[in-house]
């Protein structure tokens, strides 16, 4: 359901919407397709409502060429969830929390690192796009893909708020990969 605008909707989803989901949001918003087809917004799921992003994760942001300004944290709500084409959660719980509020989005719904794995994994058998937006015919193929896991774990990225540096690197690192993963599938099959 592109918005008003024609553009297909991803939301990325963390807690405090200040470090994990503002990196996805806008590492995903310089790669995954252009402004005026794309749109990327992040929300938490206890937002620290009106905060910008924390400075180490801004300083990664920025040491990586993405943007880190011009940003106010936002909570999670059914109207932004009924919204978006594509709903990305850092962990599972987040995952969960958004179909609490959204039962609806359950189809759309995934954790960013397991959108990336079933992105990889549907690549071969996306159809021919035909003109469809090729985000859309991933989450359809991701969803074909879905299954269980041996280490459901493995789809959380740690929140690195009040830690160290080198917890931030390493959640800031897990973000990139993922996003850069759904990419690599973008510009193979377009």
Sequence with gaps: MPDDLGRFSVVMVCTGNICRSPAAERLAALSWGDPSTLVVSSVGVRAMVGEPISLPMAHLLESHGAYSGEFAARQVSPALLR????????????????????????????????????????????????????????????????????????????????????????????????????????????
């Design 83 to 190: 919204d978006a084409d594509l709903v990305l959660g850092m962990t599972r719980r987040h995952r969960r929390a958004v179909l609490e509020v959204f039962p609806a989005a359950t189809r759309r719904t995934f954790t960013l690192r397991e959108f990336a794995r079933l992105a990889a994994a549907s690549e071969h058998d996306l159809p021919d796009a035909d003109g469809q937006e090729p985000l859309a015919a991933l989450v359809s193929a991701a969803v074909q893909h879905r299954g269980p896991l041996t280490d459901p774990a493995a789809d959380d990225i740690r929140d690195p708020y009040g830690h160290e540096a080198d917890v931030y690197e390493e959640a800031f690192e897990a973000i990139r990969e993922s996003v850069d993963t759904v990419a690599g599938v973008l510009r193979r099959v377009t």
